[in-house]
C-alpha cells in the first residue's frame, strides 16, 4: 500500500467548463492526495466523460497527474468499454505510485 489516492469521477458533461479546470477543481474542492508523509500531495483525478452524454458529443478522459495514461485506454474508451478502460488507468497509476513511494506500511 503506498497511500497514494486516486478519485474517479465520471461526470454526463462538462457543463461549460475545460475538462483540465474542473479535474483540478475536483482535486483541491476533494483534498485528492495524502495530508502528509511521503506520499504527501500523491493524488490523482480521473476525470471521464462519456461521449453519449457530452453536450458536445465528445468524449473526455483526463488524469490530473499524467494526461498519457488517458491516451493508452483511448481504444477501450473508443470502444466503450469503460471499465476496461479504467483498469488500464488504475493499472498504470499503482504502478507509478509504487515505484515513487514504495510499499508504505
Not at 497511500?3 to 454526463?12: C, D, K, N, Q
Not at 488524469?63 to 476496461?84: D, K, N, Q, W
Request: net charge neutral; glycine share 10%; with cysteine.
Amino acid at each position: 500500500m503506498t497511500e497514494g489516492e486516486i478519485a474517479i469521477v465520471t461526470l454526463p458533461d462538462l457543463k461549460g467548463h475545460t475538462v483540465e479546470e474542473l479535474a483540478r477543481r475536483i482535486g483541491n474542492t476533494w483534498g485528492v492526495g495524502a495530508a502528509r508523509g511521503p506520499a504527501r500531495q500523491a493524488g490523482a483525478v480521473v476525470l471521464v466523460i462519456p461521449k453519449e452524454t457530452s453536450s458536445d458529443g465528445r468524449g473526455y478522459c483526463r488524469i490530473e497527474l499524467a494526461t498519457s495514461i488517458c491516451v493508452a485506454a483511448t481504444p477501450s474508451f473508443r470502444a466503450r468499454a469503460y471499465g476496461h478502460a479504467l483498469t488500464i488507468i488504475l493499472d498504470d497509476l499503482a504502478h507509478r505510485y509504487h515505484e515513487k513511494f514504495g510499499d508504505i506500511r
